[in-house]
């Protein structure tokens, strides 16, 4: 999905941003949903992701090491590439991409903010923190109704929707307190966790 952030390496900020939230409406799980309004007999395309996922298990609890490896390199990343894709991650990782491409940009997140980015923070905070109670609730709704197709569309955009609210008070919330001494003092050392990508993302 990492690819996303070549093509758009020379869009403007505006361009990526108005992509990022279009990747993060969820177009194609509501494209879905409103087909089935239409069409009642309407069911999702099957991408033969549990099929797959049957192999996988199969090379992963009978395999030898090198039939693991090849599988996983093979068939295993097509599996997680197609359950990506049907479970709405796809687009919603390319969409948390350029979000994170346009705040870097706009240097939202450096340690010695401005004060209108500390001010974007503290709005952001507020925003997300009474967004999320309300986009849980629905959420939690729609994952009861009796219609799986429901709850694979709208309900995983809503799911995505009240996960990225909570994920903007995480970081709001940080960023405000790295402006604390204190805070920054206590955890400026996880800098050189953060960037070890691989040793970070293995461990």
Same mark, same amino acid.
């Given at each position: 999905?990492?690819? #996303? +952030?070549?093509?758009?390496?020379?869009?403007?900020?505006? /361009? #990526? @941003?108005?992509? /990022?939230?279009?990747?993060?409406?969820?177009?194609?799980?509501?494209? !879905?949903?409103?087909?089935?309004?239409?069409?009642?007999?309407?069911?999702?395309?099957? %991408?033969?992701?549990?099929?797959?996922?049957?192999?996988?298990?199969?090379?992963?609890?009978?395999?030898?090491?090198?039939?693991?490896?090849?599988?996983?390199?093979? +068939?295993?990343?097509?599996?997680?590439?197609?359950?990506?894709?049907?479970?709405?991650?796809?687009?919603?990782? /390319?969409? *948390?991409? $350029? &979000?994170?491409?346009?705040?870097?940009?706009? %240097? %939202?997140?450096?340690?010695?903010?401005?004060?209108? !980015?500390?001010?974007?923070?503290?709005?952001? *905070?507020?925003?997300?923190?009474?967004?999320?109670?309300?986009?849980?609730? @629905?959420?939690?709704?729609?994952?009861?109704?009796?219609?799986? *197709?429901?709850?694979?569309?709208?309900?995983?955009?809503?799911?995505?929707?009240?996960?990225?609210?909570?994920?903007?008070?995480? #970081?709001?919330?940080?960023?405000?307190?790295?402006?604390?001494?204190?805070?920054?003092?206590?955890?400026?050392?996880?800098? &050189?966790?953060?960037?070890?990508? $691989?040793?970070?993302?293995?461990?």
């Amino acid at each position: 999905v990492g690819i #996303i +952030l070549f093509i758009v390496r020379k869009w403007s900020d505006k /361009a #990526i @941003l108005i992509t /990022a939230i279009i990747f993060s409406i969820q177009p194609i799980e509501l494209f !879905h949903y409103i087909m089935s309004l239409f069409n009642p007999a309407y069911t999702l395309p099957d %991408l033969n992701v549990g099929a797959m996922y049957s192999e996988v298990a199969d090379y992963t609890k009978n395999g030898s090491f090198w039939e693991f490896l090849i599988g996983n390199v093979t +068939l295993g990343q097509k599996a997680s590439l197609f359950w990506a894709i049907g479970a709405g991650r796809f687009l919603q990782t /390319a969409g *948390l991409f $350029l &979000f994170g491409l346009y705040i870097g940009r706009c %240097l %939202l997140y450096t340690s010695d903010a401005a004060e209108s !980015h500390l001010k974007f923070w503290t709005k952001a *905070l507020i925003i997300a923190a009474i967004s999320f109670a309300p986009l849980y609730s @629905l959420k939690e709704q729609i994952m009861q109704s009796d219609s799986s *197709l429901i709850q694979q569309t709208v309900g995983t955009a809503f799911d995505m929707w009240q996960k990225f609210a909570f994920t903007i008070v995480l #970081i709001a919330s940080f960023i405000l307190l790295y402006q604390k001494a204190k805070f920054q003092k206590a955890v400026s050392n996880l800098r &050189f966790y953060g960037k070890m990508s $691989l040793t970070n993302y293995i461990t």
